[in-house]
């Protein structure tokens, strides 16, 4: 087995793969490769994903279990590890263990943050000390959402998403609701009909509360669950589509009325009642777990 670079109380640990919101998105054009020009703002809630990396002997990468509909090989943590290895060359193995909370196809960022989870913990725990732009660039590879989780900070993003510079927005308590319903992001950004010329804004204009979502449009017509979830939560506050979706959210001046409004919701809809985060939860963890290394 290839040296441990931590010990076995830090391989222990359970490491937080959070949930992200669009706080905003406007496409702005669209690359000769087809790939949308965006201009977004992510930041994090505290709903995670939590994932155990376990040191194995053999020199491979899997799964304690597998998700439903997911291929091991498909897995993005078994994706993200398996990247790592071969830019780094390390020899040794992990069975990966990821406990799901967030709803999968809902536009949280699941998937992509459970990768940049995995990049960030086993490049700790396996003592390999990339930078976290190194990082970025491998998880660039795995998706467009995966570099903002490596980065760690709520950020204001270009290009596809991966050009990110740091923002500090309201830490609100929020409320998202997820329709009985699976956006195909491919359908969206293939429609005709999506809004693909938006004006640049500059992140002192999304401050000043310009916090469009050019998708909501082709979203609300195409599935109908999502525009009733708005209507719902717009009997409280502004509602809002995070990415594509299906997930939307409305956010809260103060806990007790998101809790009303939470309470309000949950006999009908799936709700997550939860707190805006500008530092990702992953990096706290980091830190914890170097002290105990």
């Not at 994090?44 to 091991?72: K, M, N, Q, Y």
């Not at 090989?73 to 994706?79: A, I, M, N, P, Y």
């Not at 979502?213 to 939560?233: F, Q, S």
Request: hydrophobic share 45%.
């Amino acid at each position: 087995m290839a040296e441990m670079h931590t010990n076995l109380s830090a391989w222990a640990e359970k490491w937080p793969a959070p949930a992200k919101l669009n706080l905003m998105l406007r496409i702005i054009g669209r690359r000769a490769d087809g790939y949308h020009l965006l201009q977004t703002v992510f930041q994090f809630i505290d709903l995670c994903d939590w994932i155990t990396f376990h040191p194995i002997c053999e020199d491979r990468v899997s799964l304690f279990r597998t998700l439903p509909g997911v291929a091991e090989s498909d897995d993005l943590t078994v994706r993200a590890a398996r990247l790592l290895k071969a830019e780094t060359g390390y020899a040794g193995g992990v069975a990966i263990e990821v406990e799901k909370k967030l709803p999968m196809g809902g536009g949280l960022g699941g998937g992509s943050s459970d990768a940049a989870t995995t990049l960030v913990a086993l490049n700790h725990l396996w003592g390999l000390g990339l930078p976290i732009k190194r990082l970025m660039h491998l998880g660039l590879r795995l998706g467009a959402d995966v570099p903002v989780f490596v980065f760690g900070q709520a950020a204001w993003g270009e290009g596809v998403g991966e050009l990110l510079e740091p923002i500090r927005v309201p830490e609100c308590w929020t409320v998202v609701i997820r329709p009985d319903c699976h956006v195909n992001t491919g359908e969206i950004f293939s429609d005709k009909n999506l809004t693909r010329d938006s004006k640049s804004i500059k992140m002192a204009d999304f401050i000043a509360g310009q916090c469009q979502n050019d998708c909501l449009d082709v979203v609300g017509r195409r599935y109908k669950a999502v525009g009733e979830a708005l209507i719902a939560l717009s009997e409280f506050a502004q509602g809002r589509l995070t990415g594509t979706g299906a997930c939307v959210f409305a956010q809260f001046n103060s806990e007790q009325s998101a809790k009303s409004a939470y309470q309000a919701l949950a006999g009908k809809w799936q709700c997550y009642l939860v707190k805006g985060l500008n530092e990702s939860p992953l990096y706290a963890k980091l830190r914890a777990v170097k002290n105990i290394s």
